[in-house]
């Protein structure tokens, strides 16, 4: 198996340690409180008699019922499904301190950017102590108008590691405008960020083109994944040169036979070195038990 994009935790660790890394995290971060999007999808499908063979894409499912229904019913739906689970199975407080939320809010860090709809990174901080602040891209014209005030940013607002910001680019569940789910939301979102030059507020910009990213939580066959590294990677590609980090779950052992899988590994491998990503190959709560490890030995002396 090719390994040339292996991930150097030491350099990942001086990144953090310096403050120069930002986490990005997705839907697989949250996978012990909530269901990934094949799961909601494959509910939705069944439930509407759903006539296309991807029946576990969430953002064409989410097509289907906006073109049957209306453009707000995915939206409101899955609004309602996270909050009723939620509510009928709390998210512990504290957190375990090896969830991934829990392990990223204890390195301090200024930003967190986020593509989940959910507050949990914002409570993993707030467990911790920290004044976080919660905002959202304004990717449409809706959003702005119906947000409430706690996810408006001041002018003078500058996010440090005390004060740290979550930052929601897909939205969040207060605000059912601002949600990124269906195929033509991921297209307006994605020619958004290509058109309005000042979409992002300046530090989001300056995390991207300054900082290591540190993707938490995504898979690169997520159409979602897709589609905001695109939009990103001209950040990525005019700003410091700086290595980038992810975290990848390997194609599935009952989808792949073992050869194909090696191939599929070597391929994605490639595709992230030539962008300056190496991989930890596992899911994000390995991921998380193990960075939670080594950065309590990097500062704790054991």
Same mark, same amino acid.
């Given at each position: 198996?090719?390994?040339?994009?292996?991930?150097?935790? #030491?350099?990942?660790?001086?990144?953090?340690?310096?403050?120069?890394?930002?986490?990005?995290?997705?839907?697989?971060?949250?996978?012990?409180?909530?269901?990934?999007?094949?799961?909601?999808?494959?509910?939705?499908?069944?439930?509407?008699?759903?006539?296309?063979?991807?029946?576990?894409?969430?953002?064409?499912?989410?097509?289907?019922?906006?073109?049957?229904?209306?453009?707000?019913?995915?939206?409101?739906?899955?609004?309602?499904?996270?909050?009723?689970?939620?509510?009928?199975?709390?998210?512990?407080?504290?957190?375990?301190?090896?969830?991934?939320?829990?392990?990223?809010?204890?390195?301090?860090?200024?930003?967190?950017?986020?593509?989940?709809?959910?507050?949990?990174?914002?409570?993993?901080?707030?467990?911790?102590?920290?004044?976080?602040?919660?905002?959202?891209?304004?990717?449409?014209?809706?959003?702005?108008?119906?947000?409430?005030?706690?996810?408006?940013?001041?002018?003078?607002?500058?996010?440090?590691?005390?004060?740290?910001?979550?930052?929601?680019l897909h939205g969040h569940l207060e605000v059912p405008t601002s949600l990124v789910l269906t195929e033509d939301d991921?297209?307006?979102?994605?020619?958004?960020?290509?058109?309005?030059?000042d979409l992002l507020p300046p530090y989001i910009e300056e995390s991207l083109t300054g900082s290591s990213m540190l993707?938490?939580?995504?898979?690169?066959?997520?159409?979602?994944?897709?589609?905001?590294?695109?939009?990103?990677?001209?950040?990525?590609?005019?700003?410091?040169?700086?290595?980038?980090?992810?975290?990848?779950?390997?194609?599935?052992?009952?989808?792949?036979? #073992? #050869?194909?899988?090696?191939?599929?590994?070597?391929?994605?491998?490639?595709?992230?070195?030539?962008?300056?990503?190496?991989?930890f190959w596992g899911r994000s709560q390995e991921f998380a038990k193990e960075l939670g490890t080594r950065w309590r030995?990097?500062?704790?002396?054991?």
């Amino acid at each position: 198996m090719d390994t040339s994009g292996a991930l150097d935790w #030491e350099l990942l660790l001086k990144r953090i340690k310096r403050k120069n890394c930002t986490p990005f995290i997705g839907a697989g971060a949250s996978a012990d409180y909530l269901p990934v999007g094949a799961e909601i999808a494959g509910k939705w499908a069944e439930a509407e008699d759903y006539p296309f063979p991807d029946a576990t894409d969430l953002t064409r499912v989410a097509q289907y019922l906006a073109v049957i229904e209306d453009p707000m019913s995915p939206k409101l739906r899955i609004i309602d499904e996270i909050n009723e689970l939620l509510t009928q199975k709390p998210v512990p407080t504290p957190m375990p301190p090896d969830q991934p939320h829990s392990v990223l809010a204890a390195l301090d860090l200024p930003i967190y950017l986020t593509t989940n709809y959910d507050g949990l990174m914002a409570q993993a901080l707030r467990e911790r102590g920290k004044d976080v602040k919660e905002s959202i891209c304004l990717w449409n014209d809706w959003i702005a108008k119906k947000q409430p005030d706690r996810f408006e940013l001041t002018p003078d607002y500058r996010p440090t590691p005390e004060a740290p910001l979550v930052y929601h680019l897909h939205g969040h569940l207060e605000v059912p405008t601002s949600l990124v789910l269906t195929e033509d939301d991921y297209i307006d979102f994605l020619t958004s960020i290509g058109r309005k030059g000042d979409l992002l507020p300046p530090y989001i910009e300056e995390s991207l083109t300054g900082s290591s990213m540190l993707f938490v939580g995504y898979r690169i066959l997520d159409a979602n994944f897709r589609v905001l590294f695109r939009s990103l990677v001209n950040y990525m590609q005019d700003g410091l040169k700086l290595s980038h980090f992810s975290v990848q779950s390997a194609p599935r052992a009952e989808t792949f036979s #073992e #050869e194909e899988r090696q191939r599929a590994t070597n391929y994605l491998t490639r595709y992230f070195d030539r962008q300056l990503i190496a991989i930890f190959w596992g899911r994000s709560q390995e991921f998380a038990k193990e960075l939670g490890t080594r950065w309590r030995a990097a500062n704790d002396g054991g």
